[in-house]
């Protein structure tokens, strides 16, 4: 590989703002819903401590926001930059549900959300909740159309070839928005999202606590962020399972490069390898902790289904593909072998955290040590960083396809952008990108550290809105 080969270069610089803009995305849905949901208990209950949690969370929410916004506006400009191939072959079908994502669901989650903000003390209570409300229906419905659109790189579907400018057009706009991909990946998203709120309102909550800081508040929303991560365990392994599935039916290579089996296997065979140790080219293993079954159960929720290989597959895409000239049509298999158990792994260390702080903090058990409150702290960024190593399994394990089984990732880059203008443009976004980084966390930390105004009162017993912002 050239040092300043396009295709790597355009690859790289795509795949750092993607993860930076990813750290976002589920703090901003996760966090939204948080705060609509603590505003709901503080209006019901008039209990001056939720609207205490309210206001801090959500002004955490904001800081995020405010940078989830600018690294997607970002992000989507460099299809043109370095993908213009790309933009060129699927823009019909690919932009219809980013159109939808930037003309509905980004300006409705804008637009009430600027309400929610200077509507403190204007808008009747009942009708400032449902701003928050909104705000969070327009974080879920762009997140939704973002997907879609990444579903059809998964499993192209609703589209037809034009033999004339050799360009996918979109046929089926119901099809494209029901893509099974899509139907599974969103809610396990989704999910992934409530887990790290979870994992923050702990983090916070056990910060404060840990120094006496408002214990009734924080005691309130440390049993809400334990519960709530148990919850968003459940449905997130839940709705991993059913993505597993759909995976398995429609890019199987990305299976067999989860386990980097090579060859085809059923029942006993099919096992699940928890550690391995291999060749340098992973064709074969030197040690592993195996699973009996596992893999088989999880590919086809059987315990006698039969796994395809890596071999056997890029004999039959071999055939299939043969106009792409590729002889291998597998990942790179230490990213998706590794990530797949990062995934995992670092999600059930957060769900471990929750189940252990909720016995220490049950009724009547001895008081919490201060070293037990730090482990809760850092545990934060876990399920950010379960869903990080996840969201680069699932576009590394597409590779070598950029839109599956239509376009290699070779063919999609810029013809004219030469080496040169991206490795300045990658040095330019990680050197801002970094900038910006020590910026938002730096606001972050200071929000949360800040905890609580005690200043912040309801006015004459009167609810919600008589609060300003």
Request: hydrophobic content about 55%.
């Amino acid at each position: 590989m050239e040092l300043l080969d396009p295709l790597a270069l355009a690859r790289w610089q795509f795949g750092l703002t993607t993860v930076y803009h990813y750290l976002f995305v589920p703090f901003t849905i996760g966090m939204v819903v948080v705060v609509a949901i603590f505003q709901t208990i503080w209006t019901r209950t008039a209990d001056v401590k939720w609207l205490h949690l309210t206001r801090l969370f959500g002004k955490i929410f904001l800081i995020n926001f405010a940078m989830g916004v600018v690294t997607g506006i970002v992000q989507e400009f460099q299809f043109g930059m370095n993908w213009s191939d790309y933009s060129r072959f699927v823009g019909d079908v690919f932009g219809a549900p980013l159109a939808f994502e930037g003309l509905l669901a980004f300006f409705f989650e804008a637009t009430f959300i600027g309400l929610w903000i200077f509507g403190w003390n204007k808008l009747p209570p009942k009708i400032h909740l449902l701003t928050i409300w909104a705000t969070a229906v327009g974080s879920v419905l762009s997140a939704y159309f973002i997907l879609a659109a990444n579903s059809f790189m998964q499993n192209p579907v609703g589209y037809e070839i034009n033999e004339v400018t050799g360009r996918a057009e979109l046929v089926d706009f119901l099809a494209l928005m029901t893509n099974p991909v899509a139907l599974r990946a969103f809610p396990h998203t989704i999910f992934g999202a409530f887990m790290f709120a979870a994992g923050i309102i702990i983090a916070v909550s056990a910060y404060h606590l840990k120094h006496g800081n408002h214990t009734a508040a924080f005691r309130s929303s440390l049993k809400f962020g334990l519960w709530g991560m148990l919850v968003a365990v459940a449905g997130t392994v839940l709705t991993g399972d059913q993505l597993g599935l759909v995976m398995v039916e429609t890019q199987p290579m990305k299976m067999a490069a989860a386990e980097a089996l090579f060859n085809s296997a059923c029942g006993a065979n099919a096992s699940f390898s928890i550690f391995t140790l291999g060749t340098p080219d992973g064709s074969s293993e030197l040690f592993s902790v195996r699973v009996p079954y596992l893999l088989s159960f999880l590919s086809t929720h059987t315990f006698d289904g039969c796994v395809e290989g890596i071999r056997d597959l890029n004999a039959e895409y071999g055939v299939r593909f043969a106009d792409t000239g590729l002889t291998d049509f597998s990942p790179i298999l230490w990213v998706t072998y590794w990530a797949f158990r990062w995934m995992i792994g670092l999600g059930m260390a957060h769900a471990l955290v929750a189940v252990v702080g909720l016995w220490i903090t049950r009724k009547n058990a001895k008081p919490v040590q201060k070293w037990m409150w730090n482990i809760a702290i850092f545990s934060a960024p876990l399920s950010l960083l379960a869903s990080l190593v996840g969201w680069v399994f699932t576009e590394m394990g597409r590779q070598p396809w950029l839109v599956f089984g239509l376009m290699t990732t070779q063919d999609g880059v810029s013809p004219n952008v030469s080496g040169v203008e991206v490795l300045i443009s990658l040095i330019a976004f990680t050197a801002i990108y970094a900038a910006l980084a020590v910026v938002e966390f730096g606001l972050i930390i200071k929000a949360a550290k800040t905890g609580i105004d005690d200043t912040e009162q309801p006015v004459d017993d009167k609810p919600l809105a008589s609060v300003v912002y």
